[in-house]
């Protein structure tokens, strides 16, 4: 093999080794830089009006138009009643024997009454004859007659037993006797479910708490986008009951109780970047001539302070935050072609940046790529904002 031949192998053994280095120096190494800004945040604390009657937005003075908004759900909902009372049902029947001791027969009408010695009454189903008393081997013998008889009064009451019945009353009280040689039977009683006081409170606070629930979501669902709604207070008669209808009246037979209800419920909405507006100018205000530029205005939290007929007064906290810019070639250039210890360290001393954090591909590589465009630089949103 020629010399010549031999220069020409070893001159492209050592460009392709020249190559593969140059390719391993500035091509295959790839950084990405995520960035997180610097932000200031602004404390706002302001008072705002919201005035369905406003025609406009007044930023000096802090009145937002607004537009009353109402929502109508109505339902029903059943329960068992948890009132019990026991009830007489059945009647005590029986017969009754009335002795005459007089000379003469007596007739009693229906109804004649007789009583036990606690005063229970009882009447005679029908009219009968009481025989005289006779005089039979020289000694009186009473008359008898055995009348059916049927408890004044339904319930266990009229159950008497054996010779409880002992007085006829009326006219005839003081010459008749009674009484009954068997107990007197079938009286009875009954539980009954009632609907009780506590049914109606029960329900209605139920009811009430589901329907209201419904109409202040269905409020929200149908408030327009990119508006606030403030829903009105309980104060103000919010929400309104237009019907509430019960199925039984208090202590009447029932065994479920059943009510029928119809509420509205109303709220003011409004434009949430007026709102932000007036934000704005209360924080220049207090500012006093320092100039910021604003990214975001977030809301925190919201006071009623006032409401009268959709017209409230609102005590808002809000955080205004100015982010700062972050240049990218900026970025590149702090890290291009340094050690990776060096380049945290220039990232991180870069006006403006908050955090910095650097993968590699390969992840072992020890220094940032030679070559910026094999820098890929991310912006990424500050840490939210949280409410106090």
């Known amino acids: 093999m020629s010399r010549l031949s031999v220069a020409t192998i070893v001159i492209g053994l050592l460009a392709a080794l020249i190559v593969v280095f140059a390719f391993q120096y500035f091509v295959v190494p790839t950084s990405t830089i995520a960035v997180i800004p610097q932000a200031k945040r602004l404390p706002i604390d302001a008072t705002v009006r919201i005035d369905p009657d406003a025609g406009s937005l007044d930023v000096a003075r802090g009145v937002v138009p607004g537009t009353v908004m109402d929502a109508t759900v109505q339902d029903s909902l059943t329960k068992p009643t948890t009132g019990r009372q026991r009830e007489a049902q059945g009647v005590a029947r029986g017969f009754v024997t009335i002795r005459n001791r007089t000379r003469q027969a007596v007739v009693l009408p229906a109804g004649t009454r007789v009583l036990t010695a606690d005063g229970t009454g009882f009447l005679t189903d029908a009219e009968f004859l009481v025989p005289p008393t006779l005089q039979v081997g020289g000694r009186d013998v009473p008359g008898e ?132 507006a007036v934000l704005l100018q209360r924080l220049r205000d207090s500012l006093e001539g320092q100039a910021f530029e604003i990214d975001e205005v977030r809301v925190l939290d919201t006071e009623v302070l006032g409401e009268r007929q959709g017209v409230l007064d609102l005590r808002v906290q809000a955080i205004a935050e100015a982010v700062d810019s972050i240049d990218h070639s900026s970025v590149r250039g702090a890290a291009t072609g340094r050690s990776l210890g060096e380049g945290l360290q220039a990232l991180r001393a870069l006006p403006g940046v908050d955090e910095v954090t650097v993968t590699h591909d390969p992840p072992d590589t020890a220094n940032f790529p030679r070559i910026g465009f094999r820098i890929d630089v991310k912006v990424e949103a500050p840490r939210p904002i949280e409410a106090p």
């Open 145 to 276: 007659a055995i009348a059916a008889v049927t408890a004044e009064v339904p319930g266990l009451s009229g159950n008497a037993p054996a010779l409880a019945i002992t007085t006829v009353a009326g006219p005839f009280g003081g010459a008749l006797e009674a009484f009954n040689p068997q107990p007197l039977q079938g009286g009875s009683e009954r539980e009954v479910a009632l609907v009780s006081q506590r049914d109606f409170t029960e329900l209605d606070a139920l009811l009430t708490e589901r329907l209201q629930s419904a109409a202040i979501e269905r409020l929200r669902r149908d408030r327009p986008e990119n508006q606030t709604l403030i829903v009105w207070s309980p104060a103000s008669g919010n929400p309104q009951v237009l019907r509430r209808e019960f199925s039984a009246r208090p202590d009447e037979h029932a065994s479920e109780l059943s009510l029928a209800m119809e509420i509205r419920a109303l709220g003011t909405s409004f434009a949430t970047e007026d709102l932000e």
